[in-house]
């Protein structure tokens, strides 16, 4: 029996990331979507790790978010750490359906269909949204905040 690994992506946890950098500024999603010039939708698909967010677009989102693109992805290499700390494996978003190592075609295949879905297929249970957040919660609090405890997003 093969062992059960709980499995996300860099995109998932960046997009997470952005999500609450968006949140503390009392931004909607709609509004970073109209500064890239993109679809509220699309926006989402960004949050939830669904899609790529290109470089421009993330220049153009840390101006608004009083960031670095430099310092989001500190940030997001930080929470990674922890999730990895937490038993929570971070794939490459390109290729997260070799999160199956050597099963083999139909097993990426289901393991990606399964990550989509938000389903545990064979031995993945995939890690996004909510659960994503409680994972790396604790680990953007400590990295967003200063010496007093005060947050500074």
């Known amino acids: 029996m093969s062992e059960i690994r709980n499995v996300t992506t860099s995109a998932a946890v960046l997009g997470q990331i952005l999500a609450t950098l968006r949140s503390?500024?009392?931004l909607k999603q709609s509004d970073l979507a109209t500064t890239?010039?993109?679809?509220?939708?699309?926006w989402s698909r960004i949050e939830k790790g669904d899609s790529a967010i290109s470089i421009d677009q993330l220049r153009t989102v840390a101006k608004?978010?009083?960031?670095?693109v430099?310092?989001?992805?500190?940030i997001a290499e930080a929470a990674e750490q922890e999730?990895?700390?937490?038993?929570?494996?971070?794939c490459n978003s390109s290729v997260k359906s070799?999160?199956?190592?050597?099963?083999?075609?139909?097993?990426?295949?289901?393991?990606a269909a399964g990550m989509a879905t938000g389903a545990a297929v064979g031995s993945v249970i995939p890690?996004?949204?909510?659960?994503?957040?409680?994972?790396?919660g604790g680990a953007l609090g400590a990295i967003l905040s200063n010496n007093d405890g005060k947050n500074k997003l």
């Open 24 to 26: 503390a500024k009392g």
């Open 70 to 74: 430099g310092e989001i992805i500190d």
């Open 127 to 136: 890690v996004f949204g909510s659960i994503l957040g409680g994972v790396i």
């Open 36 to 42: 890239v010039g993109i679809g509220a939708s699309s």
């Open 83 to 90: 999730a990895t700390k937490k038993g929570v494996e971070v």
């Open 64 to 68: 608004v978010l009083g960031k670095s």
């Open 98 to 111: 070799s999160a199956a190592g050597a099963a083999g075609a139909a097993g990426a295949a289901g393991i």
